[in-house]
């Protein structure tokens, strides 16, 4: 069974950081792309940052450049999202997701976590 497990949400000040994990079962974890998306109440969902399967290259939402970073353990099967100087405008639920291909994953990716409320109060 193919799991994808977000933590690390939760309510922070403006300013202030969060580090979100999304701890993978079920596939070679290694072999995969993975990618953070979140969705905001009214909004379409939005893609976030990405990683490719060996983390030599990141990819991230202009909003977030500069202030998300994006990593992985592959000797841990868990992705991170190390989120700092937050504005209220980051307010969402956040989803970790995997997909063989970078593409495919940023327009729909094969898994999908439960995802994690972060709340930014101003």
């Known amino acids: 069974q193919v799991q994808l497990v977000e933590s690390g949400g939760g309510l922070v000040q403006a300013g202030g950081s969060l580090r979100l994990s999304c701890a993978a079962s079920g596939y070679t974890f290694r072999t995969y792309h993975m990618g953070w998306f979140r969705q905001a109440p009214g909004k379409e969902r939005e893609f976030v940052a990405g990683?490719?399967?060996?983390?030599?290259?990141?990819s991230y939402a202009e909003s977030v450049k500069g202030r998300f970073t994006i990593s992985r353990d592959n000797a841990k099967n868990t992705a991170y999202l190390q989120m700092s100087s937050l504005k209220p405008e980051d307010t969402a639920v956040y989803y970790c997701?995997?997909?063989?291909?970078?593409?495919?994953?940023?327009?729909?990716?094969?898994?999908w976590g439960q995802g994690t409320q972060v709340t930014v109060s101003s």
């Open positions: 997701a995997a997909d063989l291909n970078m593409l495919a994953l940023k327009s729909g990716a094969r898994y």
């Open positions: 990683i490719v399967w060996d983390g030599v290259s990141t």
